[in-house]
């Protein structure tokens, strides 16, 4: 990973990340003993992860309760859109990102509302940051809205 970096090196950047975040390393603990002690673990949606180790556990755990959480808040704006009639459309998810395409009888208020339902999940002990970018042409020249 670090071909240029000494074992010393390489640990003392370890041992510095997780003292800047110790909550990290608890949880990194936690995943590795998790493995050890048990055939499957649960993400915050109730999806088990059968025999992985350790190492995988960490960022499965965390990526697949993110997928679900998307899922939910996709089916969320779904909803909201047919609620009111837009005619604004949902064109697709992309890993992270959801892609709309706004009709020009809709305002942009509900592009906001979108992203107060992207915010929202009463559960979360740190805060959701949805961003907004918006093009007339391609994604390359998107800006923040």
């Known amino acids: ?9 390489i640990k003392a950047i370890d041992e510095s990340y997780y003292k800047a975040f110790p909550g990290i390393k608890r949880y990194h603990e936690y995943c590795e003993q998790l ?6 673990a649960v993400n915050m949606f109730g999806v088990k992860y059968y025999n992985v180790s350790g190492h995988n556990l960490k ?3 965390v990526q697949g309760s993110a997928a679900y959480l998307l899922k939910e808040k996709i089916r969320e ?3 909201y859109l047919h609620s009111v009639g837009a005619k604004s459309k949902f064109q697709m998810n992309i890993h992270d ?3 709309f395409k706004h009709h020009k009888d809709d305002g942009m208020e509900i592009f906001y509302r979108i992203k107060e339902i992207m915010e929202t999940w009463p559960d ?3 805060p959701i940051i949805a961003e907004m970018e918006v093009t007339q042409t391609t994604w390359a020249e998107k800006h923040s809205l």
């Open 1 to 9: 990973m670090f071909p240029t970096l000494s074992e010393e090196q």
């Open 97 to 99: 990102e959801n892609s």
């Open 124 to 126: 979360c002990q740190v």
């Open 35 to 40: 493995a050890r002690s048990s055939p499957y």
């Open 77 to 79: 704006i779904m909803e």
């Open 59 to 61: 960022n499965m755990l």
